[in-house]
């Protein structure tokens, strides 16, 4: 039997109203002018409500390209359904995409704030039947309010690889550590100030990467993320307009631009 999500996310997005859209205007590869295709403009919509003891969100992508094929228009659809049980909150999420409809990533999860302890299942379903792609549990602990300790053991079920998370904090500082057989890598981020944070990350293959994020007050804020030979990435938040620019490097030359700009629309 033939299997389509599209229908079941379009009944999950009927239950209630549509909310804010977001407009997002695109410039990739770096061409700032000429073919008009280098303008790729979006938009997006995402709403929530309530069914009984359910919560309901749900969203879609869509471009803005001129074109006759209506079909292509659709990047993707997803829905999303929760709910609490006793101290427990349980979710599923689907998600569909554009060029494939009849197929969705999913997944499931279940957690306890007052247990610290979450788990996630993620796979796919459609035609071709379900699998399970990744599963990974968390399990957190709060040392006299001051630190805080999580460690989340994942399992890639396709490849048969396992690695472990660790997550730090105290105070203005945390610290990230993600180790496996064949690889490690530490993030730090650190609050300087009431309007600075850095953010150093190094790996056991040599790659080095060095953030810097700037408040700038009433939600905004440039974040700034230089990775030695390969790019420089800035995200422009301004209220309700975001940018994300990124930047290549030959070398130490930019070797182009590109760009991503989103207003959310007050309807």
Same mark, same amino acid.
């Given at each position: 039997m033939k299997f389509t999500t599209l229908p079941l996310l379009f009944i999950v997005g009927c239950v209630g109203a549509v909310s804010r859209p977001q407009i997002s205007i695109q410039v990739r590869d770096g061409a700032l002018s000429g073919d008009i295709e280098a303008i790729d403009p979006t938009i997006t919509w995402e709403g929530s409500s309530s069914y009984f003891d359910f919560d309901l969100e749900y969203g879609t992508e869509a471009s803005l390209q001129v074109t006759d094929d209506f079909a292509s228009l659709p990047r993707n659809v997803w829905g999303r359904v929760s709910r609490r049980i006793g101290q427990w909150g349980v979710s599923a999420h689907a998600k569909v995409f554009g060029n494939d409809m009849k197929n969705a990533k999913v997944e499931l999860a279940a957690g306890s704030e007052n247990d610290k302890f979450s788990s996630k299942l993620m796979g796919s379903l459609g035609n071709s039947g379900a699998s399970v792609d990744s599963i990974q549990v968390t399990k957190g602990f709060d040392f006299n309010t001051t630190h805080y300790?999580?460690?989340? !053991?994942?399992?890639?079920?396709? +490849?048969?690889?396992? +690695?472990?998370?660790?997550?730090?904090?105290? +105070?203005?500082?945390?610290?990230?550590? %993600?180790? *496996?057989?064949? %690889?490690?890598? &530490? %993030?730090?981020?650190?609050? &300087? $100030?009431?309007?600075?944070? &850095?953010? !150093?990350?190094?790996?056991? $293959?040599?790659?080095? %990467?060095?953030?810097?994020?700037?408040?700038?007050?009433?939600? *905004? *804020? &440039?974040t700034t993320v230089l990775t030695p030979d390969k790019d420089i990435d800035v995200v422009w938040k301004d209220g309700e307009w975001k940018a994300n620019i990124n930047m290549p490097l030959d070398g130490i030359s930019i070797s182009g631009a590109n760009v991503n700009i989103k207003r959310e629309l007050k309807l």
């Open positions: 300790v999580a460690l989340t !053991p994942r399992f890639n079920v396709a +490849d048969k690889t396992a +690695d472990m998370f660790v997550s730090y904090s105290k +105070d203005k500082t945390n610290v990230g550590l %993600s180790t *496996s057989r064949t %690889s490690q890598k &530490i %993030s730090v981020s650190q609050q &300087i $100030g009431e309007n600075n944070r &850095i953010m !150093p990350t190094f790996s056991s $293959g040599g790659e080095f %990467s060095l953030g810097w994020e700037r408040f700038l007050g009433k939600g *905004s *804020s &440039i």
